[in-house]
């Protein structure tokens, strides 16, 4: 756990200590999985913040114990790569991306159950029979941080599509790019054909999807950065444009550098260029060769790096 990112170890203890919450509450008589769940939204229960808290909750203990592996198994690798920021960010956004979709899913199966009752309903007249029904409705709840996991999956699978992963019973090496391609197919065949099994499916889906638009994005926009220096150089475009309206010149600030020596703007600039050219050029090589390719010296690059 020492060696463990900062994020990845705080998102296991926070799922492990609401599911043991959930446990000695329930004892007491609340159910925190009815209270921070995500219902659906026409259920009397629905609340927004539930997009958000379903996260942390689970039905059970294979259930957690699976999304912790997970979690542990490459979250931890993806979070060393991308950084802390930048790692919660789309742990969280793709978590509630999977929500959504698990919604819109319920909302299509709604549907269908009311016309399969009623022919002449129509999509406008579900929201009123779903009024009507909101009780009712409370009981389709998700729970479960499936969707995030799944995204991390994904995550893997694209910055390291070569890596060779061993999984039970394959008595052979699978490279992480069908193995992720696997795991697609399988939920979009259980979620076509099992849809009553009690698994999101869909919201395992809805995971990886916007999982993998987030990193398309990121793809094309390399310069859209979650660290200090990218905030910085907006804040100081910002004052320069200020300084040009007012018609003021504008000094070179000095900043202090690595060993306390005084750099300006520029130097500062300059150094972060270099730096994150350095970096990209090691993620490249993880992209190509895998990570256990890095020496010992561009893995602790890697891992200061995370740390800015």
């Keep these: 756990m020492n060696n463990m990112p900062a994020v990845t170890k705080n998102l296991l203890i926070i799922n492990f200590l609401a599911f043991l919450a959930t446990g000695i509450l329930g004892l007491q008589g609340v159910d925190l999985n009815s209270i921070g769940g995500l ?14 808290t379903y996260q942390f909750l689970h ?9 912790m592996f997970g979690l542990w198994m490459f979250g931890r690798i993806i979070e060393n790569v991308w950084g802390s920021k930048k790692f919660l960010f789309y742990y969280i956004s793709c978590g509630i991306g999977a929500g959504l979709l698990q919604e819109l899913a319920q909302f299509v199966s709604f549907y269908f159950i009311v016309s399969g009752q009623d022919p002449t309903v129509g999509v406008g007249d579900l929201f009123q029979v779903g009024q009507s029904l909101a009780a009712q409705l409370n009981g389709w709840t998700t729970v479960g941080a499936s969707g995030a996991i799944y995204a991390i999956l994904l995550a893997f699978g694209m910055l390291f599509p070569n890596e060779r992963l061993f999984i039970i019973p394959f008595p052979f090496p699978i490279k992480a790019k069908w193995f992720v391609m696997g795991y697609v197919a399988l939920e979009l ?18 995971g990886m999807l916007f999982g993998f638009l987030m990193i398309r994005y990121w793809n094309r926009h390399p310069s859209k950065g979650f660290n200090r220096s990218s905030g910085h150089e907006f804040f100081e475009n910002l004052k320069r444009s200020f300084e040009r309206r007012k018609g003021t010149g504008h000094k070179p600030d000095m900043r202090a550098g690595r060993g306390g020596a005084k750099e300006t703007d520029w130097e500062y600039n300059a150094r972060k260029k270099a ?12 992209r190509k060769s895998g990570y256990d390719s890095l020496t010992k010296e561009e893995k602790q690059k890697l891992f200061d790096s995370s740390k800015e």
Aim: glycine share 10%; charged share 15%.
């Design 39 to 52: 219902h659906f939204f026409m259920a009397s229960d629905f609340h927004l913040y539930q997009l958000v």
């Design 59 to 67: 039905g059970g203990f294979w259930h957690i114990f699976s999304n």
């Design 189 to 206: 065949f259980m979620a076509l054909n099992s849809p009553g099994d009690g698994v999101a499916h869909t919201a395992h889906l809805g």
């Design 275 to 286: 730096n994150q050219e350095e970096i990209d050029r090691i993620l490249d090589k993880i």
